[in-house]
């Protein structure tokens, strides 16, 4: 029976050991693509603020950008010619903890804004770690 208590004892001891060792709670430098999800068709532009530590450069994805940093939160007008997805970079300090993003307006694909945000949403996608 002590061979079975201590048997027990060592698993639960490695396992604790391996998750206290998580590799993903260690800050990963990284890219982020950002995109607004539109309940509509193509959308024309949309104001972003990302709020948090740690972000870098901002950069277009077949849009035109307009950024303005504030320090810990940064302002991105997103801008299309032609209507369609509504995306850019943005590089940070840890993947693992990415800035939160807050939609502010959209205008549709011919310039005029959208009067309600329901249903909208901005996502995100890890693109690249070194």
């Known amino acids: 029976m002590p061979t079975l208590l201590r048997t027990l004892l060592l698993c639960f001891i490695g396992t604790s050991l391996v998750s206290c060792d998580s ?22 532009a949309a104001l972003i603020e990302l709020r948090g530590p740690g972000m870098g450069p901002v950069t277009p994805l077949d849009t035109r950008l307009f950024v303005h940093d504030i320090g810990n939160r940064v302002r991105v007008l997103v801008l299309r010619t032609d209507p369609g997805t509504l ?38 996608v890890i693109v690249a770690m070194p």
Not at 23 to 44: T, Y
Not at 87 to 95: A, G, I, K, L
Not at 97 to 122: C, F, I, K, Q, W
Request: hydrophobic share 35%; net charge negative.
């Open 23 to 44: 590799k993903s709670s260690r800050p990963a430098a990284g890219d982020l693509d950002f995109s607004v999800v539109s309940p509509h068709r193509a959308e024309g």
């Open 87 to 124: 995306s850019f970079r943005v590089t940070v300090n840890d993947v693992n903890n990415p800035p939160s993003a807050m939609l502010l307006e959209v205008a549709a694909g011919d310039n005029t804004l959208r009067e309600d945000l329901a249903g909208y949403r901005v996502e995100y």
